[in-house]
């Protein structure tokens, strides 16, 4: 975390006391985030992130309380004071303080916090990631909620496993990883889960970037068992990128190494990253 970050109508330093233990966020879970990277200065894709921000907000009965304007102000004024241009933002809304435990007060709490990038390691993209599955599915998972009480408990056996990320199913379908959207290729042609998943950004770029690069892209039902006879399998996320995968549990994927449509995707994803932030670049 950098030392500067914004809450409830402020900027002021992150080791100073900004929430009250009686805010739902605290008591019950109760709020929203979204996670956006910062790349050469830029907010990567920075509308499209502002915009899940209010769908999830709205979608547990909360508001955004600043106009697009105002938070794009407040999150070009924190990365210059925090002197980033490789980071992350954090923005998070909360319930509010409340008198009875769990009745909202009316008034949410919203903040932005400056981190660090949190990138998976160079090797995952040149020889593969692990996933591992548990059978879950999120409440109200198209919004960008701060419950991850299930993925927090699973971190100690996703690194025991040596795995980069963990994978819902629910039912014998394939919905979505913990902080990631997933993607399997058969043939060229892409197949993606398209209900009981979070409308990821990253998501929402690979299948921009793979029709255009001419292979097809069908949104619906993934079973796991479908997994077995995919060519190649990649996951999705803001701090991810498009990172393929070669392994799900005991399952070995295709040959066991990242397959050449992912890494046309990858290259194709950077490359678009890259276009965006020094056009769209704030601090020079």
Known sequence: MHKYCYANGRVSDINKPQIKLNDLGVLRGYGVFDFVKVSEGAPLWWREHLARFRRSAKTIGLAVPLSDAKLTAIARQL?????????????????????????????????????????????????????????????????????????????????????????YVSGGKVLEASTSNLFYIKDGALRTPASGVLPGITRQMAIKLARKLGHPVTERDVLLTELKNADEVFITATNKDIAPVVRVDDMVIGDGAPGPVTLKLLEAYRQAAK??????????
């Open 79 to 167: 990365l210059k004071k925090n002197k980033v241009k490789e980071g992350s933002l954090r923005l998070v809304l909360t319930g509010g303080e409340t008198r009875d435990g769990i009745t909202p007060g009316g008034r949410p709490n919203l903040a932005i916090l400056v981190e660090d990038t949190y990138a998976l390691p160079a090797k995952v993209f040149k020889q593969g990631g692990k996933l591992i599955t548990t059978d879950y599915q999120r409440l109200f998972p198209e919004a960008k909620s701060t419950n991850y009480l299930l993925a927090v408990k699973l971190q100690a056996r996703k690194r025991a496993a040596g795995a980069m990320e963990i994978l």
């Open 275 to 284: 276009d965006y932030a020094r056009k769209f670049r704030w601090n020079k």
